[in-house]
């Protein structure tokens, strides 16, 4: 089993900046892929970015050039993504998931409950 905490949401003016993060821990082993999701009101949950073991970055175009992504593995199990999120627009207003997957085929699939980002504009 594999626990995931995400903090860092909040209100934000559009322009502005906000880093979050998800603490993982639990039984993880790689390779595994780390990714954040975010669904907005009445859409679809979208993938924003993602980050495997190997360090290999991936982006929504919607967010390349203003969102970056993140890890630290630490010992003891535990590993801490960040997504920084500047630039920040009201479209970017969403509730964000933390996602990780392991296991032959990336089968095992954890979520984190979520947090609130809104974009004022």
């Known amino acids: 089993q594999v626990q995931l905490v995400e903090s860092g949401g909040g209100l934000v003016q559009a322009g502005g900046s906000l880093r979050l993060s998800c603490a993982a821990s639990g039984s993880i082993f790689s390779p595994n892929v780390m990714g954040w999701y975010r669904q907005a009101p009445g859409k679809q949950r979208e993938l924003v970015a993602g980050i495997t073991s190997g360090g290999s970055t991936n982006y929504a175009d919607s967010v390349k050039g203003r969102f970056t992504i993140s890890t630290i593995s630490r010992e003891n199990a535990k590993n801490t993504m960040y997504l920084q999120m500047n630039s920040l627009k009201p479209e970017d207003t969403a509730v964000y998931y933390c996602?990780?997957?392991?296991?032959?085929?990336?089968?095992?699939?954890?979520w984190g409950r979520g947090t609130q980002v809104t974009v004022s504009s």
């Open positions: 996602n990780f997957k392991q296991g032959v085929g990336l089968r095992y699939n954890y």
